[in-house]
Every structure is written in structure tokens, then in C-alpha cells.
């Protein structure tokens, strides 16, 4: 059944899961804080796809008005980097009605326990669910307003609700027109999920004297700067993403099988910076010229800071995450904010059991 969806960010992946749907045949209105983006959207009125997607769909419309971009919307799906989750949702909060889905897509990690969190310190009762995708549906580059190249396309992306006890309402609502999220038990195995967690951070800092170097030569992110060691560190990581994931009660495929079931890219065994380097939509990504980027200011608090405050949960050591965390905030010092504590995402003094609880309901 048709739907009206209300996409929340008008950046590359808002605009490509914006023209995606409409090109469906959805009905799609797009809400961005940028005037200039908004004007330039309902100008053209459509969305034109490349590569790994084609295709053109014509949206209701753009706005800067968040009241009109949710009224009478189905699902309100919020595609901004997860630094401005916390103050989208302040926006969003008064303006929920009662059976209405919220997707973070992408959450970063506990983005869902975040937003339930700002929900009930605003005094929201509305009835919605509330649900969360561990990563972009796509690699994708806005050419233009309007006009957008999507590298690649993943073959699944985990989803859950918060609590999970509403996991059968988000895929009545999102899976019909989009079949590559997969549902899975709760949002910490999303939340745990978040490879951009592990391939972000690391290979920045790792890359740092390349990154910083006078004159800059531009190189491509994941075919270059995820060399061997590179590979190896990220591993480590992984691990402990796995040890956290293993004291909630699941198991997490390691980083090298995610990208495997992914992108079809590569056959089991395969080191992770192979698997890189065989990775069809990576190709053309290049690597930022400065370690001011959402690699390290988004994915470092809100992404391995929360992942850190699971595993001090559930009495997880994780050396090679807080290396990373440690070096992270003494090089951006000025720049970084404080993320997701346990005390943001609500769980400050909960124990395993009792997290385990208020996920699943």
C-alpha cells in the first residue's frame, strides 16, 4: 500500500532514499534546515539517480518547516549524520501523532535509545514507533541538488524497534518498499552493528601524517588507506565488538563476514583490507583532506563512545576502542562534543538484565 514518507535531511543519503522511493512510485516530501537546498529540490521537483540506482522520482515537495514536512506522514525517516540526531529530534518531538514510524537511518550506535530518551524528558506520550538502521542503505554522492550517484547498494541492513516488542510494525512499514533491511532481535545488535564504528576512526588516525601532509595527494579511502596493519587494528576492534555483542546473548559476524553478506565482494576468509580493495562501491571514495570530518566527530561520540558504554555495561574490556577514542579526543579536542554517554542514552546504572529489558519490552 502506498505510504507517505517524510524524509528528515536533505543530504546525500537523504536525497538518495528520497529519489529512491519516489521512483517507486511513493509519495516522498523531503524536510532540510537549508533554504538553498530546499529551493533548489522544489525547483527541479524530482530526484534523478545514477549507477547502482536508476532512475527519476518527483517529490510533494521540500521544506524548511518540520510541522509541514510530518503532518499526515506514514514514516519519518531521519537520514542526517547522528551529531545532529539529539537536536532533530527536539524539532520532531512536538509534532509526533499517534501511529507514525520514526527510522533513524543511519542511528550510528544507541541512536533509538537516544531519541526515547529525548522523548520522555519532553513529555511525549504519542504512540509511534521508534526504530533504527545501523548504516546508509547506500554509498552515494550528491552531484548536484536533485541529481545523485549511488556508488553501491547493500544487500541488507539490520533493523530493529525500541522496544523490539514493536519489530513487527517497523517492517510492515518500511520492508514492502524497502526488502534490504533486515529485521533483527533488538537495537543493540543494530546499535553493535555499526561498522562505520570500526572503519572510520581508526583508519583516519592511522592515516593521519598522509591526511595532514603539505602538499595533501588525494587518495582513495578504502582501496588505499585500509592498508594491512590498518587491517589488522580494525580487527582487533572487532573483537571487542564481538565480546560486547557475545554478553548481550547473540552472535555478531565478524567485520570481514558483514562485508562479504553486504557486497557480495569477496569469498570467506579473505583479509579486510582485501575485501577493500575488491569492494566495487568503494570506488571513487576518497579520502577527506582533514581529520575535521564526520569519520572521527560523528563516529568517535556517537558511535564508539555509546558501543564503550555497552560494554562497561556488561564488564567488557575494550583496550583497542578506547585507544582509538583517546587519541581521537586529544587531536580534536576543541571539536569533538560529548556524544552518547550511558547517561544520554538513558542506561547510566543499568545492569545487563535490566537493559535486556527495557530493549526487548
Known sequence: MEKTWAIIGGGNGGQAIAGHLASMGEQVRLFDVVQATVDALNEKGSITLHHAVEGEGKLQFATTDMAKAMDGADVLMVVLPAIYHKSIARKM????????????????????????????????????VVGAACTLLYSTRIQSNGDVYIFGIKSEVPMAALPATDNAKLVAAI????????????????????????????????????????????????????????GKYICA??????????????????????????????????????????????????TSNTLATRYLLEDIPYSLEPI????????????????????????????MNEGRTAEAIGIAGMTREEILKYING
Open 237 to 286: 576492534m572487532d573483537e571487542e565488538r564481538i565480546a560486547i555483542a557475545k554478553e548481550f546473548g547473540y552472535t555478531q559476524r565478524t567485520i570481514c563476514d558483514e562485508y562479504i553478506a553486504m557486497y557480495r565482494c569477496a569469498e570467506p576468509g579473505t583479509p579486510l583490507y582485501q575485501i577493500c580493495k575488491q569492494n566495487p562501491g568503494y570506488e571513487g571514495i576518497m
Open 93 to 128: 518531538i512536538p509534532h509526533l501523532r499517534d501511529g507514525q514510524v520514526v527510522l533513524l537511518h543511519p542511528e550510528a550506535s544507541c541512536g533509538a535509545l537516544e531519541f526515547r530518551k529525548e522523548m520522555k524528558d519532553m513529555g511525549c506520550t504519542a504512540d509511534v
Open 308 to 335: 564503550r558504554a555497552l560494554a562497561k555495561a556488561v564488564g567488557v574490556a575494550t583496550p583497542c576502542i578506547d585507544a582509538i577514542i583517546t587519541l581521537g579526543r586529544v587531536i580534536l579536542s576543541d571539536k
Open 175 to 230: 520492508h514492502p518498499q524497502l526488502p534490504w533491511f533486515k529485521i533483527v532481535s533488538n537495537v543493540v545488535e543494530v546499535s553493535l552493528d555499526n561498522l562505520n564504528a570500526m572503519m572510520h576512526p581508526a583508519p583516519m588516525l592511522l592515516n593521519t601524517s598522509r591526511i595532514e601532509a603539505d602538499p595533501f595527494v588525494p587518495f582513495e579511502y578504502y582501496h588505499e588507506g585500509i592498508t594491512p596493519s590498518v
